[in-house]
């Protein structure tokens, strides 16, 4: 399939210097196996394998962008459900944003001469810009409270949906001032819109719209997977067997200078960024836009991905949303152990990743429903947290931890146990050029060793 080149892109002028500290489509997950067996070829510490496993790993595995390394961070899973006061406070965001977008199209209507619309327009528009700014600081604020233990995890999660809420209505306001604006001959305030849109977009995201329906109560509570350091965020979450993720990382954002980065060069990053979905770049996918940022988005038969680029050389990606529908076995090595009868299977993921859980007969092979508990450390005071029941395959997706953990596994209406060790896999990161395939090579090596031991 021929690749469409990313499109030319309009060069947008930031008016504004905006603080830059800090959907449901289907998207690639890291490490979908082309088909279940290149995983499947490999397992209870078979080692003949390897290499061509290793070969389907390196071709599947997409990269992913993580949070730069930081001497405060912190990791905690959160499962908020229905909040009457949470859903109250981003309710009340949203109508009083509402309603100044209201007052902004009366207002307008009011005046009479194309003078007075096009100067309530500027101020408008200066508004907005202000109180995006305000936003980027409550965000950053709130990745402050939570990575240094100041603010709950369900706490940090309320924030962001408030903030994506209030985006949202920022961005209608200034699309209505766009469409006042088109009305008078001779007046063009669409690049510092575009502006305004792009960098209102990276305080949005489809888990934190997730989220929202939680909170309101209308889709299903979820468990999340959430990482913050002083100046980014990590969130994950499996909803509807779909796995949807969000980073946004502040510290990859540079000062803006006098080199930008051009249309060619936006393709060359990205593509080194996400080699493997470049590969597989279906031909609706690819476009870009300027202004403080470049948005580029990759679709392809199975999903998209959508990534924000800083515009400054030397470039680097500093948020990535994507979604996917959970249907395939991912390719790294499977874990197995038996007893009493069943067999537990795990595909380690990395934390935050999509990892795959399979319980059945360890005599027929026939699925077996279970309910799933992760154990995390320290062991001796963690308590099992039922994540799931296997379905009538056998099979449940969930979010993986951090740390070195155990999968628990109790065959329905039974008292039979089977659980297993699990480390989470490294991710193959946005900016690191050392996933070689020697490296992979010996880390299948060891997992299958393991693999071995736990085995029976």
Do not use: C
């Not at 496993?53 to 930081?70: D, M």
């Not at 200066?126 to 709130?142: C, G, K, M, P, Y």
């Not at 063009?188 to 977009?201: M, Y």
């Not at 796995?243 to 502040?250: A, N, Q």
Request: cysteine-free; proline content about 5%.
């Amino acid at each position: 399939m021929q690749k469409v080149a990313l499109m030319r892109p309009r060069a947008v002028l930031l008016a504004v210097l905006l603080l830059v500290s800090s959907v449901t489509g289907t998207a690639a997950l890291p490490g979908l196996a082309t088909s279940p067996t290149d995983a499947d070829d490999v397992v209870d510490g078979s080692t003949d394998d390897v290499s061509s496993t290793v070969a389907a790993q390196n071709r599947t595995q997409t990269n992913v962008l993580t949070l730069v390394e930081s001497d405060v961070r912190r990791t905690n899973f959160s499962q908020p459900g229905p909040n009457a006061s949470a859903a109250l406070a981003v309710r009340d965001t949203r109508l009083s944003r509402q309603f100044a977008s209201e007052r902004t199209e009366t207002r307008l209507a009011a005046l009479e001469t194309d003078a007075e619309k096009q100067a309530y327009i500027r101020r408008a528009l200066t508004e907005v810009e202000i109180r995006t700014s305000e936003l980027r600081q409550e965000e950053r604020d709130a990745f402050v409270r939570h990575s240094t233990g100041g603010l709950s995890t369900t706490g940090l999660v309320v924030q962001l949906a408030r903030i994506h809420t209030a985006s949202e209505q920022l961005s209608q306001n200034a699309t209505r001032l766009g469409r006042a604006a088109e009305e008078i001959d001779g007046f063009n305030v669409q690049t510092r819109i575009d502006a305004i849109q792009l960098e209102l977009r990276t305080l949005r995201g489809p888990v934190r719209d997730h989220a929202n329906g939680v909170l309101r109560g209308e889709v299903p509570p979820s468990r999340l997977y959430v990482e913050t350091t002083t100046t980014g965020v990590s969130l994950s979450t499996i909803a509807d067997d779909t796995y949807v993720r969000e980073v946004y990382d502040g510290s990859r954002r540079v000062p803006t200078s006098n080199s930008q980065l051009t249309p060619e060069e936006v393709d060359a990053l990205v593509r080194e960024s996400y080699p493997s979905l470049w590969e597989r770049w279906d031909s609706q996918g690819g476009s870009a836009r300027e202004s403080d940022v470049w948005v580029s988005t990759i679709q392809y038969r199975r999903g998209d991905l959508t990534a924000f680029i800083d515009k400054d050389k030397p470039g680097s990606v500093f948020k990535e949303q994507r979604t996917l529908r959970l249907n395939r076995t991912p390719p790294t090595q499977r874990l197995n152990s038996s007893r009493v009868g069943l067999r537990l299977s795990v595909h380690p993921s990395y934390p935050g990743g999509p990892m795959l859980v399979t319980v059945e007969s360890a005599r027929t092979g026939e699925p077996v429903r279970a309910d799933v508990s992760l154990i995390t450390p320290p062991q001796s005071n963690t308590e099992p947290v039922q994540v799931g029941t296997t379905n009538s395959t056998g099979a449940l997706w969930v979010v993986s931890p951090e740390e070195n953990f155990t999968v628990q596994a109790i065959e329905v209406g039974t008292q039979s146990v089977v659980d297993i060790r699990v480390e989470p896999s490294e991710p193959r990161r946005v900016g690191e050029t050392n996933n070689s395939t020697a490296g992979s090579t010996e880390s299948v090596s060891a997992s299958l060793a393991e693999s071995a031991g736990r085995s029976g």
